[in-house]
């Protein structure tokens, strides 16, 4: 009998290792894939501002819509003006040579009063400064950055 039970427990173990492997397959596709999704959203938010503001310039000439530009209709930073905000500020006030987390980065800029644009405005922030030139991401899912020597 002791042999039937050890003869079971070894497939036990070879059944939990078999599921293991297959989990942490699983959990690895899946990241990967939330990566790229994410890739693609961030493409699309760029998209879309760009094609917002030739909406907003094609309107002005038309004459359907008064010529003042998008920014100055909504304070809320976006885009290539959000990324340029963002790393000014974090080079005046926190410097080159110091990490800093994105939600940290975040509040710095909330501090000086800036509004984030997009549905959701720690998202949109993370999305842009991740692009930003000049932005070094520490690690692959630290959320920590710092600007390099040409920020």
């Known amino acids: 009998m002791p042999a039937v039970a050890e003869g079971s427990a070894g497939s036990v173990s070879d059944h939990l290792r078999t599921e293991f492997d297959a989990l942490a397959s699983r959990v690895r596709q899946q990241r990967e894939q939330a990566d790229r999704l994410r890739g693609l959203a961030d ?4 998209q879309t501002g760009r094609d917002e503001h030739l909406l907003h310039e094609l309107a002005a000439v038309l004459g359907l819509s008064s010529q003042l530009r998008i920014e100055d209709l909504s304070p809320r930073l976006r885009g290539r003006r959000l990324q340029e905000v963002a790393v000014e500020i974090l080079r005046s006030g926190w410097g080159a040579d110091r990490e800093i987390h994105y939600r940290d980065w975040y509040d710095l800029v909330q501090a000086q009063g800036h509004k984030i644009g ?5 998202a949109t922030f993370l999305a842009q400064v991740h692009r930003a030139p000049g932005v070094e991401r520490l690690g692959s899912r630290t959320g920590r950055y710092r600007l390099t020597a040409v920020a």
């Open 43 to 46: 493409q699309l938010e760029e």
């Open 118 to 122: 997009g549905k959701d405005p720690i």
